[in-house]
């Protein structure tokens, strides 16, 4: 789940064909929360507050989410594929991973998380997060199935 729009992007066509392959794997969809309208008159803070009401109230209470947040633990593709297989082998039924807004996540955002992980210390645009984050997750299925696209 990410804030923003999810078309007319520069990387949707590749963002749309990782989707693809990971529901070959897995249930996947990636979930667009429209930007806040007339966010100009409000705070970095207030923006913040406003995305994190619109997330909260998508999340379902047994859903396991996790943040994409610079701050989070960083993590190699095969730690990553390994932290997906112990997500399915707990029973997780759900995760969802989320994409913040400009200013990141609110603090009720962050005490709704189960888990954080960080994609690289450096910032990104979101569509190229959306994009980065979709490859990994493709990625960490090959890895889980023994296929040969990721290379040690």
């Known amino acids: 789940m990410f804030i923003?729009?999810?078309?007319?992007?520069?990387?949707?066509d590749a963002i749309d064909d990782y989707v693809k392959k990971i529901n070959f794997n897995i249930g996947f969809e990636m979930v667009a929360i429209?930007?806040?309208?007339?966010?100009?008159?409000?705070?970095?803070?207030?923006?913040?507050?406003?995305?994190?009401?619109?997330f909260l109230k998508r999340l379902?209470?047994?859903?396991?989410v996790v943040l994409l947040d610079e701050?989070?633990?960083?993590?190699?593709?095969v730690q990553f594929a390994n932290t997906i297989q112990q997500y399915m082998n707990?029973?997780?039924?759900?995760?969802?991973?989320?994409?913040?807004?400009?200013?990141?996540f609110s603090d009720s955002v962050f005490k709704r998380a189960n888990a954080k992980i960080s994609l690289s210390k450096m910032t990104?645009?979101?569509?190229?997060?959306?994009?980065?984050?979709?490859?990994?997750?493709?990625?960490?299925?090959t890895i889980l199935k023994g296929e040969p696209y990721h290379h040690e």
């Open 71 to 77: 701050h989070g633990r960083e993590v190699t593709s």
């Open 90 to 104: 707990s029973g997780t039924k759900t995760v969802v991973f989320l994409i913040g807004g400009a200013y990141g």
């Open 4 to 12: 923003g729009k999810p078309d007319g992007d520069l990387f949707q």
């Open 124 to 141: 990104f645009p979101h569509i190229m997060t959306r994009l980065i984050f979709a490859e990994q997750l493709y990625r960490a299925f």
């Open 34 to 54: 429209p930007y806040i309208k007339n966010c100009k008159s409000l705070s970095f803070s207030e923006q913040k507050e406003k995305e994190g009401e619109q």
């Open 60 to 64: 379902a209470p047994d859903e396991f």
